[in-house]
DNA sequence: TGACAGGTACATG
DNA sequence: CATGTACCTGTC
C-alpha cells in the first residue's frame, strides 16, 4: 500500500472514461476502483487528492506511475484551453481528472474492435466473458482469483462461431481475424511502440476490423500518440459546435487529451 | 416499435 | 475518392 497526492487526478471519472473497460468499482460504495494491466491487479482508492495504490513502491515505480501518465503535467494542459471557449472549459472543469492511460497494446486492439456500434456496459460485459472464458487466471493479493486478459494465441485459436454464441456478435469474426493475423507476425506489435503517430495508425489499419476511429483510440489509449483525435458519434455533436471548425492547429499534439474531456462531457 | 450505442467492410459510381 | 448499406445485441 502507498500513499500518494495527486492533482489533476480522479480515479473514478478515468472509470467512467470509456477507454478503459475492465476498471470497475470493487463495493458498492464506489471508493475503491480494481483493474488489471499487463497481468498485474491494482486496487485504487482515493479521497480528495490522497490516493491509495495496492501495491509495493517499486511496482507502482516501474509500473502503475507510467500506466497512469502521471508524470505529465495535466494543468499545463488545461491552461492551453482558449479562455474564450466555454465550451471546452467546462469539459475540462467536468472532466479534469481523467488521465490519458498507457494501455496494453493488444488488449485495446480488441477491446476497441469490441467497442464498435457498442455501448460501454456491453462492452465491458464482452471483455469480461473473453477474460473469463480465454484468459490466464491468477490470484490477487487477498487471494482472490482474477483474470489477465487473453493472449493473442488464445483468441487465434478461437472460432468466429464460439464468440458469436459469446454474444460479440458481427465483431467475432474480426476478432478471430485479427488475433490470427498477429499470431502469424503479419503486424508486428512489437514494432509499434516506435513509430510515429502516422506509421502507426497506417499500420493498424491492416487489422481486420480497425478502421480510422479505432485506430486512433487505439494510438491514444494504449501508444500515447495524444495528438490521435478519435471521431465518433459523441464527438461528432460535439464538433458541431464549431461552425467555425474545431481549433486543430491550436491544439496540435495534445488534441486528443481535449477529446477525452469533450467526450466524458458528452456522455455525461 | 425503432433508434441508438465510442464503426467497419464491401460494393458501387 | 465518396457515398450507401448490412451487420449482432441489449436497452430505452
Known amino acids: 500500500m502507498i500513499k500518494k497526492q495527486l492533482k489533476d487526478f480522479e480515479i473514478r471519472q478515468i472509470a467512467d472514461s470509456g477507454q478503459c473497460f475492465r476498471m470497475r468499482p470493487v463495493s458498492e460504495k464506489e471508493q475503491t476502483y480494481s483493474l488489471t494491466a499487463a497481468g498485474n491487479y491494482l486496487e485504487i482508492s482515493q479521497k480528495d487528492s490522497e490516493v491509495i495504490f495496492s501495491c509495493t513502491d517499486q511496482e507502482f515505480e516501474?509500473?502503475?506511475?507510467?500506466?497512469?501518465?502521471?508524470?505529465?503535467?495535466?494543468?499545463?494542459?488545461?491552461?492551453?484551453?482558449?479562455?474564450?471557449?466555454?465550451?471546452?472549459?467546462?469539459?475540462?472543469?467536468?472532466?479534469g481528472g481523467i488521465r490519458i492511460?498507457?494501455?496494453?497494446?493488444?488488449?485495446?486492439?480488441?477491446?476497441?474492435?469490441?467497442?464498435?456500434?457498442?455501448?460501454?456496459?456491453?462492452?465491458?460485459?464482452?471483455?469480461?466473458?473473453?477474460?473469463?472464458?480465454?484468459?490466464?487466471?491468477?490470484?490477487?493479493?487477498?487471494?482472490?482469483?482474477?483474470?489477465v486478459f487473453p493472449v493473442p494465441e488464445a483468441l487465434a485459436a478461437v472460432t468466429e462461431e464460439t464468440l458469436r454464441k459469446m454474444g460479440l456478435g458481427y465483431r467475432a469474426p474480426y476478432i478471430v481475424k485479427t488475433a490470427r493475423m498477429i499470431c502469424e507476425g503479419e503486424v508486428d506489435l512489437e514494432r509499434l511502440p516506435s513509430f510515429s503517430y502516422e506509421e502507426a495508425r497506417e499500420e493498424l489499419l491492416k487489422l481486420n476490423g480497425v478502421g480510422v476511429k479505432v485506430a486512433d483510440c487505439i494510438c491514444l489509449f494504449a501508444l500515447?500518440?495524444?495528438?490521435?483525435?478519435?471521431?465518433?458519434?459523441?464527438?461528432?455533436?460535439?464538433?458541431?459546435?464549431?461552425?467555425?471548425?474545431?481549433?486543430?492547429?491550436?491544439?496540435?499534439?495534445?488534441?486528443?487529451?481535449?477529446?477525452?474531456?469533450?467526450?466524458?462531457?458528452?456522455?455525461?
Open 62 to 95: 516501474r509500473l502503475w506511475k507510467h500506466y497512469f501518465d502521471l508524470e505529465t503535467d495535466y494543468s499545463r494542459i488545461k491552461q492551453a484551453i482558449d479562455p474564450e471557449d466555454t465550451y471546452l472549459q467546462e469539459a475540462a472543469r467536468i472532466g
Open 101 to 147: 492511460l498507457r494501455q496494453e497494446l493488444w488488449e485495446t486492439i480488441i477491446t476497441f474492435i469490441i467497442s464498435q456500434q457498442n455501448n460501454i456496459p456491453r462492452i465491458r460485459k464482452c471483455v469480461d466473458r473473453l477474460c473469463e472464458e480465454f484468459g490466464e487466471e491468477r490470484q490477487n493479493f487477498r487471494g482472490e482469483t482474477y483474470r
Open 224 to 268: 500515447h500518440h495524444i495528438g490521435a483525435f478519435p471521431v465518433d458519434t459523441h464527438i461528432k455533436t460535439m464538433l458541431k459546435r464549431y461552425p467555425e471548425g474545431f481549433p486543430f492547429e491550436r491544439y496540435a499534439g495534445f488534441a486528443g487529451v481535449l477529446q477525452q474531456y469533450a467526450f466524458y462531457k458528452e456522455t455525461r
